[in-house]
């Protein structure tokens, strides 16, 4: 079966670090880009992070950019976000998606999530003093 785990939330104070993992199975990631995404309750989900495997290109929030680094295990298969520097402003539910195809087709708006079917459970993520 086509599947996604994520993993790896947790409670930190402003600045600290965290390293989020999503373990796929069923399909390959040479194939279909991944995508990380995050949502506050009454919010609307925003993308955060993408991969590409097949032309190894990479796209961020202008929010994350710098803060945080998504990348891949193959061997593992799992997709892996680190996350420095955090800020009460990243506390959010956070889950990984399979994209549509191989390329990362962001534009940062509220449509980044329509039209995609493969979803892991939400990881939470809470910084805060």
């Known amino acids: 079966d086509v599947q996604l785990q994520a993993s790896g939330g947790g409670s930190v104070q402003p600045g600290g670090s965290l390293r989020l993992s999503c373990t796929a199975s069923?399909?390959?990631?040479?194939?279909?880009?991944m995508i990380w995404f995050r949502q506050t309750p009454g919010a609307k989900r925003e993308g955060v992070a993408c991969?590409?495997?097949?032309?190894?290109?990479?796209w961020y929030a202008d929010s994350v950019k710098g803060r945080f680094t998504i990348s891949e295990d193959n061997a593992k298969h799992t997709v892996n976000l680190q996350m420095n520097g955090l800020k009460a402003d990243d506390t959010a539910a956070y889950f990984c998606?399979?994209?549509?195809?191989?390329?990362?087709?962001?534009?940062?708006?509220?449509?980044?999530?329509?039209?995609?079917?493969?979803w892991g459970e939400g990881t939470q993520v809470t910084v805060s003093s």
């Open positions: 069923g399909f390959s990631f040479d194939t279909y880009a």
């Open positions: 991969f590409s495997s097949r032309n190894k290109s990479t």
């Open positions: 998606a399979r994209g549509i195809t191989a390329d990362c087709l962001m534009t940062g708006t509220v449509n980044d999530y329509y039209g995609l079917n493969v």
